[in-house]
C-alpha cells in the first residue's frame, strides 16, 4: 500500500535514460507559432489567453519592471501547462519534485531581491523596517523581516509541490476508497461524486500557478519599483 | 519518412534513396532504412517533420476541433501507461495478488 501510494511520484526513467526531460519539454509543443495576423483557432486562444494574463500582470509595473513580462509568461504557462497535463491519468506531473520547484524559485526571487540591492540600495534596506516601529523593538525586526525574506523562495517554492502532491495523493487515495467500496454498495455512489468535485477543484491547480506567479510578482514589484 | 518525390517520366524509376515508406518493396526494407539520415540532425529534422505534419493537417486550419489536441492527449495517456505499466501490473483486481 505504501509503495503503490507513492510510486506515481517516482521519476520515469527507462533503462536509465531519464523520460522526464521528454516530459517536461511536452508543454512547449502545445504552444504554437503564430505567423499570420490571423491565425488558426489554437492559436488565437493561446494569443487571447496570454494578453489576457500579461494585461492582468504587468500593468502595475514601471517600464523597467516590464521588462520582466516575457520571463513571467513563460513562467506562468509552463507551470500551468505542467499541472494541467499532470492531471490526465497515468501521467507524472514534474512540478511535484521539490528540486524543480526550488530551481525556478530560487533564481528568480535572487534576481528581484539583488536588483532592488543594486538599483535601489537605500529602499531596498528599508523594506526590512515598517515606517512607525516603536525604537526598542527595532533589532527584533529587523532580525524577524531578515527571515521572512529569507523564507520566501523556501515558500514559494514548497507551496507549489505541496499542493501539487497533496492534491494527487488526495485523488489516489480516493479512488482507491471507491474500488474498495464498491462492493459494499452503499456509499460508493456519494464517493464518486466526491472524488469528481475533488478533480474540479483540483483542476483550480491552475489557480495554484497564478499564486505563484503572483506572489513572485509582489516580491518583484516590492524590490525594484516603489 | 516525408522526403519528395520527383517524377519526370513514367519510365524512369526513382531512387531508393528518395522513395517514401509506402512505396519501397518490403525486400527493399533493410537497405532503406539504413539509408536514413541518422545523425543528430536528421533525427531533429524527421521529428520536426512529424510535427508539423500533424499540425498542418489539424490544429492550423480555419476550424479546427477540440480532437485535434484530444488525440495528442490520448496519446499522452497510453504513452504514460507504457512506461508506468510495471508498477500498474500490481493494482489489478485479483483474489491473490
Known sequence: MNQNLFASFNIPAILGIPLVILIIMLPATFITPTNNLINNRFSSLQQWLIQLMLKQMMIT???????????????ITFIALNN????????????????????????????????GLRF??????????????PVPLI???????????????????????????????????????TLTLMSIYLSSSTITIIIIILLITL???????????????????????? | MASVVFFSHSSLSVPLKDKKLLEVKLGELPSWILMRDFSPSGIVGAFRRGYYRYYNKYINVKKGSIAGITMVLACYVVFNY?????????ERRRKYH
Open chain 1, 120 to 133: 535601489k540600495t537605500k529602499l531596498a534596506l528599508a523594506h526590512f523596517l515598517p515606517q512607525g516601529t
Open chain 1, 61 to 75: 509595473h514601471s517600464t523597467k519592471g516590464r521588462t520582466w513580462s516575457l520571463m513571467l509568461m513563460a513562467l
Open chain 1, 139 to 177: 533589532p527584533m525586526l529587523i532580525i524577524i523581516e531578515t527571515i521572512s525574506l529569507f523564507i520566501q523562495p523556501v515558500a514559494l517554492a514548497v507551496r507549489l509541490t505541496a499542493n501539487i502532491t497533496a492534491g494527487h495523493l488526495l485523488m489516489h487515495l480516493l479512488g482507491d476508497t
Open chain 1, 84 to 115: 494541467l497535463l499532470g492531471l490526465t491519468p497515468y501521467a507524472f506531473t514534474p512540478t511535484t519534485q521539490l528540486s524543480m520547484n526550488l530551481g525556478m524559485a530560487i533564481p528568480l526571487w535572487a534576481a528581484t531581491v539583488l536588483m
Open chain 1, 203 to 226: 483542476e483550480l491547480g491552475v489557480a495554484l500557478i497564478q499564486a505563484y506567479v503572483f506572489t513572485l510578482l509582489v516580491s518583484l514589484y516590492l524590490h525594484d519599483n516603489s
Open chain 2, 82 to 90: 507504457t512506461f508506468s505499466y510495471k508498477e500498474l501490473k500490481h
